[in-house]
């Protein structure tokens, strides 16, 4: 079988590692790497001997040979870029989130409907072995009901100019959570302050409220003591919590809650049991979901995080940016 012809367009923070990871992949060939930036282009040229370099992105999209493109780019021109890729005949991942207003976003899931294109976005937790893991326990019911989700993203991290910490940051948290419910909210809640640049926040607080009674909130923020990436799951039998900076123990389940009692109606008792670690395989999540994309582009599945994902993060991060745009006023 001829292997998946791949570019990677955008060479700043991200995109390298889209690059490495493509590269290292059977089945998979990079074929072009693409940056309007020169010296971007021969930082990595030698890493990447096999690859063609151009700043062009017309160049390689006249590629007739090219499958398909992954987008690095700045998070204001991945709709644009995304529509033209697809446009071109070309499947497409776009890194998060996909587009910054939900027009945009279905600009992007029309253009890949109609040219009948692979459409993915790059929710990288969602391909995680912990929160897979996550996942599984949630579905199979060993959680009980969901009754409540937290996360925790924080960090004294990079100051951005061109988003916020809501976009930046709470677009992880809003595909998981979203994963998790299986269901959109119909109640959005946000706060946050701008301290360190003025109309961009840097500390966000943002709560979700959905149709089945299951309620989230998400505290993000890159001015923090602390480093902080996990996310809390409360239900009605159990709790588990998944905490990315751990080494080992990514998934802990906590064998807590209350219980009915059994003497009198209406009475619960605390139960605190054992708290129990499963083995989460160590493999790389972004080795994980460019494996994914090559797969999907090479049979033509819709992808786990595909366009219509991508489309339900941006009407709830346009909701919950709504919401911190009127508590300005």
Known sequence: ????????????????????NVESIQGAQLSWCCDADAQARDRFAP???????????????????????????????????????????????VEKPLALSVLDAERVVQAARSAGRVLMVGHLLEYHPGIRRLAELVRAGELGTVHYIYT?????????????????????????????????PYELDARGECYMRAGIEDVVFAFLRFPSGLAAHLHLSWLDPH?????TVVGSR??????????????????????ESAESWGEYITRSGDATSPRIPNAEPLRLECEHF??????????????????????????????????RR
């Not at 079988?1 to 490495?20: D, Q």
């Not at 809501?166 to 994963?179: E, P």
């Not at 049979?299 to 745009?325: F, H, I, M, N, Y």
Request: net charge negative; aromatic share 6%.
């Open 1 to 20: 079988m001829s292997r998946v012809s791949l570019a990677v367009v955008g060479l700043g923070y991200w995109g390298p590692n889209l690059a490495r």
């Open 294 to 327: 090559v797969k999907c582009v090479s049979s033509g599945a819709t992808p786990r995080s595909d366009g219509e994902s991508g489309l339900r993060v941006v009407r709830v991060l346009e909701g919950l940016q709504a919401a911190l745009d009127s508590s």
């Open 152 to 184: 925790n993203r924080l960090n004294l991290g990079q100051l951005r100019a061109d988003e916020n910490a809501l976009w930046s940051l709470g677009a992880h948290d809003v595909s998981v959570v979203l994963a998790l419910a299986g269901e959109e």
């Open 238 to 259: 159990r709790m588990a919590t998944f905490d990315d900076m751990e080494l080992e123990r990514k998934l802990t389940i906590y064998d807590k809650g209350f219980d």
């Open 47 to 93: 890493s990447f001997k096999d690859t063609r370099f151009t700043g062009s992105l017309d160049e390689l999209l006249a590629d007739q040979e090219l499958d398909g493109v992954l987008l690095a780019t700045p998070v204001r021109t991945h709709a644009q870029l995304a529509v033209r890729v697809l446009e071109a005949g070309k499947h497409c991942f």
């Open 227 to 231: 480093k902080e990436r996990r996310l």
